[in-house]
């Protein structure tokens, strides 16, 4: 099956700075790859995604770039703010089925 | 409009009994999905509902776990002679199904304690 890792598992950025955060999938099939933000006892909540015919995508401070010959996504936070604090996943998917990574939990300071 | 709801918010048990988690999706959502979540780690696919088809229960972890769906309304999720280590967040989540954009929106989640 698919097999997603994420990277780094914690980041801690300046409020202001840029957090970028790094996917690697396994199966070549997999097709779409959604980016999932949670807050503290919070449910997932999407924040951006892009297909495997695309790129790059951008959302104002969120893009996600995708390279399909190496098989890694990333996503991009700019002008992080406090709220951007919280855990956020990649995942990959073949048909229905997503393949989470373990999460990178992101901390800005102000 | 509603989105995916879920109860109990909160379930403790004891190790032994055997619970009943319920997931209510987004009105018009042909597919359903359950996952895990443990303690500080990223989601486990359990089982994946569309339509009237037959289920992909691929990922339910042993045969003490299992899942109905009538039609493409409620599921319930069920988990028999509860152990310790399926105490975890339990998430669904729903999407529009196949010919459409893959989206998963997850509700709220169960947090299920097996003491």
């Known amino acids: 099956g698919e097999n997603v890792e994420q990277h780094p598992s914690t980041l801690s950025v300046q409020e202001g700075d840029s957090a970028v955060i790094k996917c690697t999938y396994s199966d070549s099939a997999s097709n779409y790859f959604p980016w999932y933000k949670q807050e503290l006892g919070k449910r997932p909540q999407l924040i951006i995604d892009i297909r495997s015919n695309v790129g790059e995508k951008k959302d104002q401070r969120i893009a996600v770039t995708l390279n399909k010959t190496a098989k890694h996504f990333s996503l991009h936070i700019t002008e992080t703010q406090p709220e951007d604090s919280a855990v956020y996943f990649c995942a990959a998917s073949i048909h229905y089925k997503l393949s989470f990574g373990a999460g990178t939990t992101v901390t800005v300071r102000a | 409009g509603a989105g995916v709801s879920q109860s109990p918010s909160n379930k403790v048990t004891e190790k032994g009994k055997d619970v009943e988690l319920r997931c209510d999706p987004i009105s018009g959502h042909t597919a359903l999905y359950w996952y895990r979540q443990r303690l500080g780690q990223g989601l486990e696919f359990l089982i994946y509902?569309?339509?009237?088809?037959?289920?992909?229960k691929s990922g339910l972890p042993s045969d003490r776990f299992s899942a109905e769906r009538t039609g493409e309304s409620v599921s319930t999720l069920t988990i028999q002679r509860t152990q310790q280590e399926d105490s975890a967040v339990y998430l669904c989540?729903?999407?529009f199904g196949p010919g459409f954009t893959d989206t998963q929106y997850f509700g709220p989640g169960t947090r299920l304690t097996v003491l």
């Open positions: 509902f569309q339509g009237n088809s037959a289920p992909d």
């Open positions: 989540a729903s999407s």
